[in-house]
């Protein structure tokens, strides 16, 4: 072969070995879909913010963790297939159970995700959930105010509250009314928000002044 | 050259042209096609596996009988039999009538384009010249094919295609005909095909399709880039392709050295759109222009070096045809497997990524399980393609205030899908380089001119 004819290939093998070395130098071989986080380690530990929603979207997400990392699959492959029977099922069976014992993990989950955030002290005091409590049981909020926050606080934990509210949920009626967004937070909002709002009043109605515990019922 | 044959060797070069374009000319229609008749990637890649095998099988046929001095008779019937066919596929009401045209078309676009062949050296006077015109107006059909087919889905319709070949086939008509008597018999014993330079002719187009079927699909159906912008972008690889030309002959490098040199910057191409960086199709460009001179510098000269001093001309023309056209199938046939599969595979990754976004997203928890539901829908109404996500965010109906925020959840959802999408592609385009790369081993074998292996 002729020396302009090593000279052409060698060109050839330059051109294309840079291009692909600065391709690869510009993230060529990571474009790819972001890989779910291990729902076994605990994620970025912000304070939930302090309303009823918010709270409720907190325990049901570390709740998820906890049961994902339980069954073995991660967060998103569980979500995704609870609002598909089949597909519950198959992950079921993935996980050497049946569709009760999805429910259970579910449920231990959401126990454990309370535990995780409580361990994280990412958890508002129930005393900033007060003015909201208050609203959803129709107390005035010039009366919400006069409970010191620190008698609350003391006296409710938001985990306690939020454990007594976990085993309120019907885990079978959620997951039956997955694809339902209106009636899917119907369900967590009466379960997680008024089972916590049951917590708190049962709690502090006995260290109320006499006038006020009518008030909470 | 007088004036007269100058406008034949223009028609019959624009005729070779056309039939070769057909190849890949449908590549940017076949989104269009998938909607139009509800079919499945796999089902809709028959419209080029269907037309470039019937082409590879009928070629050697085709040739034979222009071996016969009947070239000029057999490409009036081809251009016939091509523009009837063409016209079929322009009116067909389903993909099957498609397919069974584009099969007619192949069998008169096979008559001719070994007509042509002999027509183009009668006409040439010249049998280097008329063998280099015939090349020459292959490559530069092959190459500028996917481009105009693109532009026309976009502006008018993927029929627009086939319409307007008719007249443009049928202007060779007359030539093929006056050109009748010139053509000789060519009787004798026959030369056995060159074997390197066929098999790295076919090599080198089962790669080449990978660069345009595979690449055209990554820009409209994996980044739902617009035909047009998919035509423009993929304009860069036959531009180089014609730039190329020109300078390999100024280098005169010698043919292997060109059909090495050529298969490495394929092979190389194809492998850095297994690694693009992200979904801007500018980052094709450069990928292209590597694919783009590795075609200008191997399949003119491999194609001259398949002819070089065999006879019968016609016949080995057709051994070409037939290489480089049943490369394209075998092409088509181990890529869109791999990459069909890796799509489905790409579903999971990408629903994960995604549902992962929207729950991680600082948008309320009723917002999210609002675009949840209209996400899984897309997600569910586009099994088997890439969803538009953008109407999950329009159904969903969030209130002004998270606008800001649902755009830029938007925008990483996009994100995620390009990726998904571009993954999916990756092993098809690294298997396209394999392709290319392998090339080489025969192209080591190759005789330069004067004999010399």
Redesign the interface.
Known sequence: MSARGLLLIAIALVLSGGLLAFQLSRGGADFVPARSADPCQDRARTAVKPDLESVAEAVVLSGLDAAACDLGVTRERLLLALPYPAERAQLAREAGTDEAGLARTIQDGLRSGVDRLERNDQLPPVSALLPEIGDELGIPQNLVNLVPDGVVDDVVPTADALRWAVDQIDVDAVLTNLDDPDALQQILRDALVQGAIDDVRERIKDKLPGPLQGLVG | MTRAPRAAVALLSLAVGIVLADSAIVTLALPSILREFDAEVSQVAWVLTGFNLVLAVAAVPAAKICTRGAAGSAGAVGLVAFAAASAGCALAGSLEILIASRVAQAIGGALVIASCLELLVAVSRDERQGVARWAAAGVAGAAVGPVIGGLMTEAISWQSIFFVQVPLVLLAFPVSLSLRSRVERQDGPSDRPDIPSNLALALLSAALTAALFLLVLLLVEGWRRSPALAAVTVTAMPVAAVIAGPLAMR????T???A???A??V???L??LG?????NPA?TV??QI?IG??LGLTVDALTQSALRDRVPRALHGGWTIAARHGGIVVGLLILTPIFTADLRD?R??????I???V?DSGL???S???L??GL?DQLDAEQGQVPDLSRAFETARLPAAQAAQAAALEVRLDD?LE??A??AFRDAFLAGALLALLAIIPAVFLREKGGQV
């Open positions: 280098l005169r490098a010698g292997r050295a060109e090495i040199a050529g490495i910057l092979g190389g191409g492998a850095c690694f693009l960086p992200d979904a980052w450069p990928a590597l001179f590795g790409a999971v990754p990408a629903q994960e990524a549902a992962a976004q729950i309320p928890a009723s999210k399980l609002k949840a539901e899984g995620q990726r998904a571009t993954r």
